[in-house]
């Protein structure tokens, strides 16, 4: 078996560095697109066998250390309650907006199993299937990104609404964010139990806060379903199970998300990677950052960028290769291939 990523993301001593890329299934892919013809997305992701299936495609076709789950952060938001709908070109659309307490007080704290089963048994196909090859990594959005689709009703430019919320009306928002960290919590719990051997939380639009707010509005909800899971994970002694903290635009937040407990810390590409280390306090595991946009640039120049920031990487106590932010739905697939075994030969394979 490969355990190569999980082995980085514990700071063992590891053969070469491991890579996966964000959002690596998906429509860059000739072989996801030949699906999607069939299905639409969310049909996608609520159809085990399909799912896993997509899953697998860049495992087979990019030679990466890990699978990630195909589904998405807004599945257990509709399992709350909201309708969720994809748009071409506008992309997703949840409504209603979660405005008041009244809007608020429809949704529930979903039950992992009875809402969201078609994800739980996606994995339990994918385990079987990926037989040891490569670990399946889990996910959710963290509470804060997930209720900014709520709040805002999709994707949003200045996230006004939600900061509305949060400085005229604080009481409701800590009311959405309970309600939406209990439900990641178990949503996470059950796809571990299901056979998922890491877990990414995504926080996209971390940036958007100040460190002050960052830290106020954003960061108990992480540490909470951290803590939660080490716990359990500990009255189960079901061992081990790495917990990677994504955030966008990570810069100014550094000092503040060291204390949230997790093992591994996704850096986006607009710091450098030894000054995110240090930042983090020097004694961390990091995952990036190369910009995805740097996959259209010609072999050599994608080669000099994967040696930069391995050489960064040098000083921290783990590294999993990744980009800083998910792949671009026009990348050429085969940068993507060489960028997995440029990163696998630089790095000592
Ligand atoms: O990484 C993987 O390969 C696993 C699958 C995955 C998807 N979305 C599939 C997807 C993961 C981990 C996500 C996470 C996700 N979803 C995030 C956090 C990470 C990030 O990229 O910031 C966010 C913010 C979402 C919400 C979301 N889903 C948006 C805004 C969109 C529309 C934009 C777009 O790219 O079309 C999606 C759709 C989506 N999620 C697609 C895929 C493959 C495209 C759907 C299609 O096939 O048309």
Not at 105 to 113: C, E, M
Not at 217 to 241: C, F, K, M, Q
Not at 314 to 339: D, K, Q
């Amino acid at each position: 078996m490969n355990d190569i990523f999980l082995k980085a993301c514990r700071g063992e001593a590891v053969p070469y560095t491991p890579v996966w890329i964000m959002r690596q299934a998906g429509r860059y892919l000739e072989q996801y697109q030949a699906v999607r013809r069939k299905v639409d997305f969310l049909a996608l992701c609520k159809t085990p066998e399909l799912a896993a299936e997509v899953t697998i495609q860049p495992v087979d076709i990019l030679g990466v250390d890990a699978a990630i789950l195909f589904s998405d952060i807004l599945i257990p938001v509709e399992a709350m309650g909201m309708e969720l709908e994809f748009i071409d070109g506008r992309g997703p659309v949840l409504s209603p907006p979660v405005r008041d307490e009244d809007s608020l007080n429809r949704l529930s704290v979903a039950d992992p199993g009875e809402k969201t089963g078609f994800v739980m048994q996606t994995i339990r196909i994918l385990r079987k299937e990926l037989e040891g090859r490569v670990p399946l990594i889990g996910f959710s959005g963290a509470p804060f990104t997930t209720a900014t689709y709520m709040i805002e009703g999709g994707t949003s430019k200045n996230f006004l609404n939600t900061k509305k919320m949060i400085f005229r009306s604080p009481g409701l928002y800590a009311a959405l964010m309970e309600k939406v960290t209990r439900t990641l919590t178990a949503y996470l719990k059950a796809q571990i139990e299901a056979g998922a051997q890491a877990v990414q939380l995504f926080d996209t639009w971390g940036g958007i806060f100040s460190p002050a707010d960052f830290r106020e509005y954003a960061l108990p909800y992480v540490t909470g379903i951290i803590g939660e899971l080490r716990d359990w994970l500990e009255s189960r002694n079901s061992g081990h199970v790495p917990v990677i903290y994504y955030v966008g635009e990570t810069g100014g937040l550094l000092e503040e998300i060291r204390s949230c407990g997790a093992d591994v810390y996704g850096i986006d590409w607009r710091i450098n990677l030894d000054d995110a280390v240090k930042r983090l306090g020097g004694d961390a595991v990091v995952q990036g950052n190369l910009d995805p946009a740097a996959l259209f640039l010609p072999r050599h120049g994608i080669e000099e960028r994967v040696k930069d920031i391995l050489g960064r990487a040098s000083s921290a106590r783990g590294h999993i290769f990744n980009l800083g932010h998910g792949v671009l739905p026009e990348t050429p697939p085969e940068n993507v291939v060489a960028l997995v075994e440029t990163v696998h030969h630089l790095s000592g394979k």
